[in-house]
């Protein structure tokens, strides 16, 4: 006797069960809608920073000011001059360090390099559907143009000379050109070395405080402690020996400061609490010869 077969029944199928193929594509159009309502929340909160960003009466108020943190792209370091000498790589690693840091700037600057903006954290939203793409593209327009100040700095490493090795730095705004200093081992180095890589690695103390002091300047030039970026930069030299405990060094740089800058109220002070130490002797630390700030 055979008995009857019956077809199974395929439970676990989306096609045998129109209802469950129902709620899967409800469930991916409920998915899309969340995608696009984030963009869109987004794309609100980004477009109100741009307008805030650019108007004259809310661009000074904090929130707005840190929208206008400028960003700068600290290029790689000449070292051509140095023949099979190479420490470009090395000395950019340590300025772009000293330009992140604190200082004239406080904080309110950005390297451009290893920055994520907003629209790199939502990029992987934009495979959802067209209409996310769209919107990933406007959101990273909009997030590229929030930080109207835009900086570029680069230089070049020289051998040695009559004023010893040196750091030479131009800087752009916009990419248009903006400034450019020259910073020398015996005058700016600090104390004598014998080293062949410190004297490139010291100078990067006071280059790295005239790029701060000049875009920081430039963003709110009532924040300054003094007008001249000169004289800012060695006053920063001088704080960095200072804590380096080399305090003849310090006061020649607090005083050099001064000769670029008579109003510089910090380098002034600092520099009249080293006359007034007792210092033993000048075996820690060389006074650089004073250079004409004209």
Do not use: C
């Not at 609100?44 to 805030?52: D, K, M, R, S």
Request: hydrophobic share 45%.
């Amino acid at each position: 006797m055979r008995w009857p077969i019956s077809e199974p029944t395929l439970r676990n199928d989306p096609a045998a069960s129109p209802g469950v193929g129902s709620a899967f594509k409800d469930v991916g159009n409920a998915l899309l809608l969340a995608v696009l309502g984030l963009l869109g929340l987004t794309l609100v909160a980004l477009a109100v920073a741009w307008i805030a960003a650019r108007t004259p009466i809310v661009r000074g108020l904090p929130g707005a000011r840190d929208l206008r943190r400028p960003v700068i792209d600290v290029e790689s370091l000449d070292d051509s001059a140095l023949g099979d000498t190479k420490l470009g790589a090395s000395t950019t690693g340590l300025l772009r360090a000293r330009v992140r840091g604190e200082g004239q700037a406080g904080g309110r600057v950005d390297l451009a390099a290893g920055e994520a903006g907003s629209s790199e954290a939502l990029a992987g939203l934009s495979a959802v559907g067209s209409q996310a793409q769209a919107l990933t593209a406007l959101i990273g327009w909009i997030g590229s143009t929030i930080r109207t100040s835009q900086w570029g700095v680069g230089g070049e490493l020289h051998a040695e000379s009559s004023e010893g090795r040196g750091l030479t730095l131009h800087l752009t705004h916009e990419g248009n050109y903006n400034d450019f200093a020259a910073f020398w081992a015996l005058a700016d180095g600090g104390p004598a070395t014998t080293s062949q890589s410190e004297p490139y690695r010291r100078l990067t103390i006071p280059a790295a405080g005239w790029v701060r002091h000049r875009v920081a300047e430039a963003r709110d030039a009532e924040l300054s402690t003094t007008a001249d970026p000169r004289s800012y930069a060695l006053f920063e030299a001088g704080l960095f020996w200072q804590e380096q405990g080399e305090p003849i060094a310090a006061r020649s740089f607090y005083d050099r400061a001064l000769a670029f800058d008579p109003r510089n109220v910090f380098a002034e002070a600092l520099s009249e609490v080293g006359a007034a130490a007792d210092v033993e002797d000048g075996s820690r630390g060389r006074i650089p010869e004073a250079v004409n700030p004209a």
